[in-house]
């Protein structure tokens, strides 16, 4: 009887580490790297694509983790409130820029508005809205409509994205807390299992 109550003990506590580590399998992963705009970066976009942007985060799903990767020349960045992102207002931005190649960790769920702060490239389209998903939520959430397509040029073909354009990367932050839960769910189930054989 007390033999089977010791393998009933291991068995649960074995169930309970391949449950955790499932569940944890993704943030242990780490967050992804978006290369905002693929492979043509940040740039105002030409007058026949200027919902460039909108589309562009619309094929992707962001979650907290991850990054954004902004790629540029002669321009910067800038992360503003909802009010700015629409009115195209660069004064006050929460953070900003310049040096060609910035990355923003997306660290919380809920939107992040981006805007060019160079004079006249927001009100040409060249401004991002992204949402980010808790890993808790990650229901197909539907994306927003697209905009009206828009007539057929040089231009527009040259800015088709490639979709789904990113790399894997480990965010030291989110592998770390992912670790540290890993390491206390084993400790947590040893001492389940201990206390069964004891009993």
Known sequence: MASSQHLGGVVC???IIIILLGACSDVVEGGRDFKVGDHLGW???GPNNVAYYIQWAQRNRFQIGDSLVFEYQND???VVEKWNYFHCDTKNPITSYDDG????????SGFFYFISGTENHCQSGQKLIVEVISSQHMAIVPAA???PPEEASSSSSEMAPTPYHYSHHGSSDASSTSSFMLVGSAIMALLVTFVVVLV
């Open 13 to 15: 506590s074995c169930m």
């Open 101 to 108: 190649n910035s990355t923003v960790i997306l660290d919380r």
């Open 43 to 45: 740039h105002e976009p």
């Open 76 to 78: 910067s960045v800038l």
């Open 145 to 147: 409509s697209p905009a």
